[in-house]
């Protein structure tokens, strides 16, 4: 019987081995590189600053490749996290088989891998972004019995050089085809590559936003990827960034995924769609209607919320994004289909209804299954993120609703069925808790929350104080309130952090 994840799987070593990439062996990576004439071997892992790191090694003798497949290698680990100090910096970063993938952009035939950090014991770096997500993944499943799936909507501006001909509506860019879309082709080949390394992608689409500045042509693009186990996604949201920006530099572009580009436009979020799943079946769904589990796990991110975009929003633009009227939040409640609240359950296919017989008359009844497709989404996060300390905040939030003895009392008060900025509901958003409006406000939220995070030793008590000095370095407490009137100061905001994350 053919393997679904394995037929028509665009990975090479996938395709080449015939085998899950979790099944991978590191025999199975040194047949592959002597089979397929791999030269280089790339060792890839996430900084402190959220962008992929890169260590080479060219393949000359069988032994050598054993060697480093093995024992990883040393590096300098005060280069790559600001809490690691240079008298005690090295650190072992060691390959997991799994992420293999062959580089589409090396003229050398070149295998890259992700890997973890390691710290002079041998032992798992504590504070390491991608061991900070396993231990608030492995916390998730111990206290519910249940696994932590998510997946990123991943938002970006594409920026070229003007075009007279077949122009845009502005801010009318919403899943646009060509002609009037001019990057739907760029798009395209970034999800073809970025297949290539593993990811799993749901669909892509022209955003709404697009818009001319200074001679240049703005179109917000988005990606939005298929629900995994939350390790798995917050690799695939990391290569994909590196595989846009590879591609625009390829291709003579410029992208960002910077939070606002400029007042009065769309700004590009980091939406991050969560589900929970046992026995391989979804659990957020109940006769069809959202589950006492769902509303638990909604409980849980409503509570946290105001330290959770100390993870999903790291610079001061960010705050420039989270105002009212912009299809961003800023309160701290949820709805169903509802784009004004924080945390959004969208359309989930619960009807019952055969739409596919409806449309396609000549087909019989199907029996799909279609609960696994039921998520909530997080709204407020953006491209700024730490992807695995955002996605590791998210699983820890989740976790803490299945703890509250009033998850479900929660969740009902903070629940709205209506656009919450509309006139007519001012007492009702009166009475709702505010997202923080400046790194520094985040930082104060987390001082306060941080024990949820530390529990279980899931964020490290250096990673946490890292986090917080970061955020207050940016001492921008007022800055939204001043800069909002000054066009000139926002556009030196946007340029300092135009490649966020």
Request: hydrophobic share 40%; charged share 20%.
């Amino acid at each position: 019987m053919n393997n679904p994840i394995i037929e028509m799987n665009a990975n090479r070593v996938v395709a080449y081995l015939q085998k899950e990439p979790r099944e991978f062996t590191k025999a199975d990576i040194i047949r592959f590189v002597r089979e397929n004439d791999i030269r280089m071997v790339n060792f890839m892992y996430p900084g402190g600053d959220g962008k992929l790191k890169t260590l080479n090694y060219v393949v000359t003798n069988l032994d050598y490749l054993d060697t480093i497949l093995t024992c990883g290698e040393r590096v300098d680990g005060s280069s790559l996290f600001s809490f690691i100090q240079a008298g005690a910096s090295d650190l072992y970063v060691l390959p997991r088989f799994r992420t293999a993938f062959v580089d589409p952009f090396a003229e050398i035939p070149t295998l890259c891998l992700l890997c973890s950090f390691y710290d002079k014991d041998s032992q798992p770096l504590a504070s390491a972004p991608e061991q900070t997500l396993a231990k608030a993944s492995k916390a998730f499943t111990e206290v519910t019995g249940m696994e932590f799936h998510a997946m990123g909507e991943l938002e970006y501006y594409v920026i070229k050089n003007d075009e007279q001909v077949f122009p845009a509506i502005d801010q009318h860019g919403y899943h646009e085809s060509a002609p009037y879309a001019k990057t739907n082709a760029f798009r395209q080949k970034c999800m073809h590559y970025i297949a290539q390394t593993g990811g799993q992608i749901k669909y892509g689409h022209s955003e709404v936003g697009n818009f001319k500045l200074h001679g240049l042509v703005y179109e917000q693009n988005e990606i939005e990827f298929l629900p995994v186990r939350v390790e798995e996604a917050a690799d695939q949201l990391m290569l994909a960034k590196w595989v846009i920006r590879n591609l625009a530099w390829q291709e003579g572009y410029n992208v960002t995924f910077a939070p606002k580009i400029t007042t009065g436009k769309a700004g590009s979020g980091l939406h991050i769609h969560m589900r929970i799943m046992k026995d391989g079946h979804n659990r957020m769904l109940s006769n069809g209607h959202l589950s006492d589990d769902a509303r638990r796990m909604i409980a849980g991110m409503m509570e946290l919320a105001p330290s959770i975009t100390a993870f999903g929003n790291k610079n001061p633009t960010s705050y420039f994004r989270l105002v009212p009227h912009q299809e961003a939040p800023t309160n701290i409640c949820w709805g169903d289909r509802n784009r004004s609240v924080l945390v959004r359950v969208p359309l989930g296919w619960a009807t019952g209804v055969d739409m596919c017989q409806m449309a396609n008359p000549l087909e019989p009844q199907s029996m799909y299954d279609t609960t696994a497709k039921q998520t909530v989404e997080m709204r407020s996060p953006d491209g700024s993120a730490d992807l695995y300390q955002l996605l590791a905040g998210l699983c820890v939030a989740c976790r803490r609703g299945f703890e509250m003895d009033n998850a479900l009392e929660v969740a009902e008060k903070t629940y709205v069925n209506v656009n919450i900025h509309d006139e007519a509901n001012a007492g009702r958003l009166a009475q709702l808790a505010q997202l923080p409006d400046s790194c520094v406000a985040s930082a104060d939220c987390l001082e306060r929350q941080r024990e949820a995070y530390e529990q279980y030793g899931v964020f490290s008590p250096a990673m946490i104080d890292d986090i917080i000095h970061q955020l207050r370095a940016f001492n921008d407490r007022s800055l939204r309130r001043h800069a909002d009137h000054s066009p000139e100061a926002i556009q030196k905001l946007v340029e300092e952090y135009f490649h966020c994350g």
